[in-house]
């Protein structure tokens, strides 16, 4: 009884394991067909860029706002921004009109929404558009951020 027992237990055992790393693949392939933001916690942002020494992308937005909303639904959902932006920075959006986003909108200087900006670990802006733009050029955006980067 105690051998079928413990064969019992390995082969469970050994069907956890191969599930998790089954979910672990399909959480990682499903995080890279959308960029992945922080929501509202700009702390959180500034803490993971410097444990992993990468830049922040902010989309700093406004829930009335029509291309914000088209920025979600379209370019943050390309297959490809998604996978650079995920690899090479921290992405967070920032409601600009509740939570911090009021008191970062004021620090920053905000005066259209979608504005996005790059910032490096430290919190300093590095580059920023304002408006809605398509997925290539939010690639191109943050290629000349990385550029800036490896300058500074």
């Not at 050994?14 to 992945?36: G, M, P, R, Y």
């Not at 921290?90 to 979608?114: F, H, S, T």
Request: with cysteine.
């Amino acid at each position: 009884m105690m051998k079928y027992k413990k064969l019992l237990l390995g082969i469970v055992t050994s069907f956890l394991l191969i599930l998790s790393q089954a979910l672990v693949k399909a959480q990682e392939h499903a995080d890279n067909s959308k960029i992945v933001f922080i929501e509202d916690d700009w702390n959180e942002a500034l803490k993971q860029a410097a444990t992993q020494h990468k830049y922040i992308f902010v989309d700093a937005y406004a829930t009335w706002c029509g291309p914000c909303k088209m920025l979600k639904a379209t370019t943050f959902r390309d297959k490809k921004a998604a996978e650079f932006y995920n690899k090479n920075f921290i992405n967070i959006a920032i409601d600009m009109e509740k939570g911090v986003g009021p008191q970062l909108a004021a620090q920053w200087g905000m005066q259209a929404y979608p504005t996005l900006i790059i910032f490096n670990s430290k919190g300093n802006p590095v580059l920023g558009t304002v408006g809605y733009i398509k997925a290539p050029d939010l690639i191109r955006f943050g290629e000349a951020a990385l550029k800036k980067q490896a300058s500074d």
